[in-house]
């Protein structure tokens, strides 16, 4: 297909940013600007038998692939769909059995390099930008990176050598794995779980603010970009590539370490919001010294960075008895304690360990604690995150349901209706979503 563009969008030169996007016409809050279908996309292993391989609808009933019992489908239209990816995997899981265990990001490259090989035209995903076109930062990569590349090289060699013939050489699969990792999104449902990794090329053609005037959600395996600002002709059009919960040398920390630029947007400029982000304790005897701040941040880092790091306590929730659960929480309550002694709870890095404690005792099923540390979170979320975010809109839709799980109707009723109305400008009033967070509040009727 010819390159057709994005209507009401233009690829530009951005000054000082590379490429990027802008408006060509005006965009009111919560109107589509664009939709992209992903280049390639996988499905968490996690979701697998709640969410269709194929199109990653949610439901109950689906059908499982015959040969490997691992993928499952809403049907054959779905299962046949998927089968040109789905084959990669199929006899490889067969045949490895509990030892097929290659990462997210393996086998998304390995899905990506089967469909270039069998497209040749420019793509729906690409309008403005090809995948081909991805920077891949190769020359700022440090070595623990460079030896995660490697490892995922490796990977793909061993899990599919046999099912993809002539894989291409080290260096081109370098040049790749660093494009998936800085341009890759990761789906997510409305209360921000993980349901897989995809690559949206014309999604990744946007540049980052942290105060950013589009929001990025997804409707199966197609993303959705709607404003959430006003948007005018020759406005640029920014996203956020990160959680815009943390203050300005936190968030320019990250976006150093993923994606090698340092931020210079109006809220990193004005740093408007970090006093209320970095809150003190108050009543405390005397002030602390900018010195003990600093190393309660660092103390903090070090601890957010931990639970980052320890990918093996997603596998211990999933997979194991509940004495790792207990641990986890554990962790979190003391950290909350050690920091309590200077930030306040609307504190950012104390809202982050309460966001770790609530989920652990959501896995336990631990309602009432889960609640608990809901309630003391929302409200902060609310002031810290810029309007119509999903983390705000997910943290009131887990209350919701947690307050009518608990048969506190009221409060439950209220918490969706705050959530339905942030998801409506999100997600589109006609996303299945909202619909079905309408039909929660109708059935409380």
């Given at each position: 297909?010819?390159?057709?563009?994005?209507?009401?969008?233009?690829?530009?030169?951005?000054?000082?940013?590379?490429?990027?996007?802008?408006?060509?016409?005006?965009?009111?809050?919560?109107?589509?600007?664009?939709?992209?279908?992903?280049?390639?996309?996988?499905?968490?292993v996690n979701e697998r038998a709640a969410?269709c391989e194929g199109c990653f609808t949610?439901?109950?009933?689906?059908?499982?692939?015959?040969?490997?019992?691992?993928?499952?489908?809403?049907?054959?239209?779905?299962?046949?769909?998927?089968?040109?990816?789905?084959?990669?995997?199929?006899?490889?899981?067969?045949?490895?059995?509990?030892n097929w265990c290659p990462s997210e990001?393996?086998?998304?490259?390995?899905?990506?390099?089967?469909?270039?090989?069998?497209?040749?035209?420019?793509?729906?995903?690409?309008?403005?930008?090809?995948?081909?076109?991805?920077?891949?930062?190769?020359?700022?990569?440090?070595?623990?990176?460079?030896?995660?590349?490697?490892?995922?090289?490796?990977?793909?060699?061993?899990?599919?050598?046999?099912?993809?013939?002539?894989?291409?050489?080290?260096?081109?699969?370098?040049?790749?794995?660093?494009?998936?990792?800085?341009?890759?999104?990761?789906?997510?449902?409305?209360?921000?779980?993980?349901?897989?990794?995809?690559?949206?090329?014309?999604?990744?053609?946007?540049?980052?603010?942290?105060?950013?005037?589009?929001?990025?959600?997804?409707?199966?395996?197609?993303?959705?970009?709607?404003?959430?600002?006003?948007?005018?002709?020759?406005?640029?059009?920014?996203?956020?590539?990160?959680?815009?919960?943390?203050?300005?040398?936190?968030?320019?920390?990250?976006?150093?370490?993923?994606?090698?630029?340092?931020?210079?947007?109006?809220?990193?400029?004005?740093?408007?919001?970090?006093?209320?982000?970095?809150?003190?304790?108050?009543?405390?005897?005397?002030?602390?010294?900018?010195?003990?701040?600093?190393?309660?941040?660092?103390?903090?880092?070090?601890?957010?960075?931990?639970?980052?790091?320890?990918?093996?306590?997603?596998?211990?929730?999933?997979?194991?008895?509940?004495?790792?659960?207990?641990?986890?929480?554990?962790?979190?309550?003391?950290?909350?304690?050690?920091?309590?002694?200077?930030?306040?709870?609307?504190?950012?890095?104390?809202?982050?360990?309460?966001?770790?404690?609530?989920?652990?005792?959501?896995?336990?099923?631990?309602?009432?604690?889960?609640?608990?540390?809901?309630?003391?979170?929302?409200?902060?979320?609310?002031?810290?995150?810029?309007?119509?975010?999903?983390?705000?809109?997910?943290?009131?839709?887990?209350?919701?349901?947690?307050?009518?799980?608990?048969?506190?109707?009221?409060?439950?009723?209220?918490?969706?209706?705050?959530?339905?109305?942030?998801?409506?400008?999100?997600?589109?009033?006609?996303?299945?979503?909202?619909?079905?967070?309408?039909?929660?509040?109708?059935?409380?009727?």
């Open positions: 297909m010819k390159n057709e563009g994005i209507e009401g969008t233009e690829r530009f030169l951005s000054p000082d940013k590379g490429r990027g996007l802008r408006a060509v016409r005006h965009f009111a809050v919560g109107e589509l600007v664009f939709a992209c279908p992903a280049y390639s996309y996988v499905l968490t969410h949610r439901k109950e009933g689906l059908s499982k692939c015959g040969k490997c019992k691992q993928a499952f489908y809403c049907d054959v239209d779905c299962q046949k769909g998927d089968w040109p990816m789905h084959k990669l995997e199929c006899s490889a899981m067969c045949a490895y059995g509990e990001t393996v086998r998304l490259v390995a899905r990506i390099i089967m469909k270039q090989r069998a497209t040749t035209e420019r793509t729906l995903s690409e309008r403005l930008l090809l995948l081909t076109e991805f920077e891949s930062h190769l020359d700022k990569l440090d070595s623990e990176k460079e030896e995660m590349n490697q490892s995922d090289i490796a990977a793909l060699h061993h899990f599919y050598s046999k099912h993809i013939i002539d894989l291409p050489d080290n260096q081109a699969l370098i040049e790749l794995f660093g494009q998936v990792n800085c341009n890759g999104f990761t789906i997510e449902d409305e209360e921000l779980s993980h349901l897989g990794s995809a690559v949206f090329p014309d999604v990744a053609l946007m540049n980052h603010s942290c105060s950013p005037n589009v929001i990025v959600t997804y409707k199966g395996t197609v993303a959705e970009v709607r404003a959430v600002q006003d948007i005018n002709p020759g406005d640029e059009v920014f996203n956020s590539y990160i959680d815009l919960l943390y203050p300005t040398e936190d968030r320019r920390e990250r976006l150093i370490d993923s994606y090698f630029f340092n931020c210079q947007c109006d809220e990193c400029t004005s740093k408007s919001k970090d006093k209320a982000k970095m809150e003190i304790k108050k009543k405390l005897s005397s002030p602390p010294e900018p010195e003990e701040i600093r190393a309660m941040v660092h103390y903090a880092k070090n601890v957010i960075e931990e639970f980052r790091r320890a990918k093996h306590y997603k596998n211990i929730l999933l997979h194991s008895n509940p004495r790792p659960s207990l641990e986890l929480l554990e962790m979190c309550e003391l950290s909350q304690e050690k920091m309590g002694s200077i930030f306040a709870d609307t504190n950012v890095y104390m809202l982050h360990m309460m966001y770790q404690a609530m989920g652990v005792c959501l896995y336990m099923q631990d309602w009432d604690g889960a609640m608990s540390y809901g309630e003391k979170i929302v409200q902060p979320y609310s002031v810290h995150y810029p309007a119509y975010s999903l983390n705000v809109a997910s943290m009131y839709l887990k209350l919701g349901r947690l307050y009518l799980g608990l048969e506190r109707k009221t409060q439950g009723v209220k918490a969706l209706k705050k959530a339905q109305g942030i998801m409506e400008v999100a997600h589109g009033k006609d996303h299945h979503y909202v619909a079905e967070v309408k039909r929660e509040i109708e059935e409380q009727k």
